[in-house]
């Protein structure tokens, strides 16, 4: 049984931060957060994504109010970190950290009935279970929960409070694709009730399904903010051909499937594929290239006839739908695997 939360004043925005920056010290400096600005409005499913190392735990955290900015401004519900707002704060918000770690030899109804009494108000542990599933591991100790289990749990630990705003910071890592629906099913309930989430991820197809705007952050900027679909569609095509070229090509490698893609190569190709029918764009990976397209029934013929007018032969060739992955690559240059291996030191 719910009880009636205080009325708290009409914002506009559930976090706003303007010039966020947070250094660590050290004999070299790592501006973790670079400058970055952010605006989520009230009741949308938002999503920070980027690799580990661009910055977004760190904003996460200092919205969050465990970590001290640097310099700029932090707003969330309408209100400010250390200046003698902060229980209000916490009272309104609830977070799922990136690695939650819960006493072990507690069973599921008393971790929960431990988080509640942190709250004036909110759903009672046994409304919590069943809204994530846990009712059967009531008295089940948290030791003997699965992975997706655990998780769920966490995720209860920050609805008990009954939050106007939800952070979940990479709520799904390592999670089996079952538990991972499962957690999405319960952040879609959470927003149907008017409520906030800022979620942090790096799987592209989590954001694309849940999220209302997205921002990709990179290097702890902010260099994209949109829809999922505005996003992709910035792109120019929606699908994207791949495609690689035969050993024996001219410009191939000698002993390699396929030709690595050299800068030389790459301008060559790009020259040949000129006005090619509804492509956008080209860009390369190591050993393929990615041509954005509107129409592929259209771009595919176009592109064959093309490449065999060039006398170049292909080692492969597919094609899918564009997505917010495609995306990040154009932005940075990178995928977020490989941007996530440049991480050294304390960012994250």
């Given at each position: 049984m719910r009880v009636s939360r205080p009325a708290y004043p009409v914002v506009?925005?559930?976090?706003r931060c303007e010039s966020l920056y947070k250094r660590y010290p050290g004999r070299v400096p790592v501006d973790a957060v670079n400058g970055l600005n952010l605006q989520v409005e009230i009741g949308e499913c938002f999503g920070l994504l980027?690799?580990?190392?661009?910055?977004?735990?760190?904003?996460?955290?200092?919205?969050?109010?465990?970590?001290?900015?640097?310099?700029?401004?932090?707003?969330?519900?309408?209100?400010?970190?250390?200046?003698?707002?902060?229980?209000?704060?916490?009272?309104?918000?609830?977070?799922?950290?990136?690695?939650?770690?819960?006493?072990?030899?507690?069973?599921?109804?008393?971790?929960?009935?431990?988080?509640?009494?942190?709250?004036?108000?909110?759903?009672?542990?046994?409304?919590?279970?069943?809204?994530?599933?846990?009712?059967?591991?009531?008295?089940?100790?948290?030791?003997?929960?699965?992975?997706?289990q655990k998780q769920?749990?966490?995720?209860?630990?920050?609805?008990?409070?009954?939050?106007?705003?939800?952070?979940?910071?990479?709520p799904t890592t390592g999670l089996d694709p079952q538990s991972r629906r499962q957690l999405w099913e319960i952040i879609r309930r959470f927003r149907e009730q008017g409520r906030t989430v800022l979620l942090t991820t790096h799987y592209m197809d989590e954001a694309e399904r849940l999220c209302d705007r997205v921002a990709v952050v990179d290097h702890g900027r902010v260099i994209a903010c949109d829809t999922p679909r505005r996003l992709i569609a910035g792109l120019g095509g929606e699908h994207v051909i791949e495609f690689s070229l035969a050993a024996h090509d001219p410009s191939a490698e000698n002993g390699s499937a396929a030709a690595r893609i050299g800068e030389e190569m790459f301008a060559v190709?790009?020259?040949?594929?000129?006005?090619?029918?509804?492509?956008?764009?080209?860009?390369?990976?190591?050993?393929?290239?990615?041509?954005?397209?509107d129409e592929p029934h259209l771009a595919l013929p176009a592109l064959l006839s093309r490449l065999s007018d060039r006398g170049r032969r292909l080692a492969s060739l597919s094609t899918r739908h564009a997505s917010l992955e495609d995306v990040f690559v154009?932005?940075?240059?990178?995928?977020?695997?490989?941007?996530?291996?440049?991480?050294v030191g304390d960012q994250r």
């Open positions: 506009t925005y559930a976090i980027g690799p580990n190392g661009a910055g977004k735990t760190t904003t996460i955290e200092i919205c969050e109010g465990l970590l001290p900015a640097t310099s700029g401004v932090v707003e969330i519900l309408g209100r400010r970190w250390g200046q003698g707002e902060d229980a209000e704060i916490r009272e309104r918000i609830g977070i799922s950290l990136q690695e939650t770690r819960l006493p072990e030899k507690l069973s599921v109804l008393e971790i929960l009935r431990l988080f509640r009494s942190f709250y004036r108000t909110g759903p009672s542990p046994e409304d919590v279970m069943r809204l994530v599933s846990l009712e059967e591991k009531a008295e089940s100790w948290n030791e003997k929960l699965s992975g997706g769920r749990l966490a995720v209860a630990t920050a609805l008990v409070g009954d939050p106007e705003l939800l952070f979940l910071d990479e190709v790009r020259e040949e594929l000129t006005d090619i029918a509804t492509a956008a764009n080209l860009r390369r990976e190591a050993d393929h290239f990615c041509l954005s397209v154009s932005l940075t240059g990178r995928h977020l695997t490989a941007a996530a291996e440049e991480v």
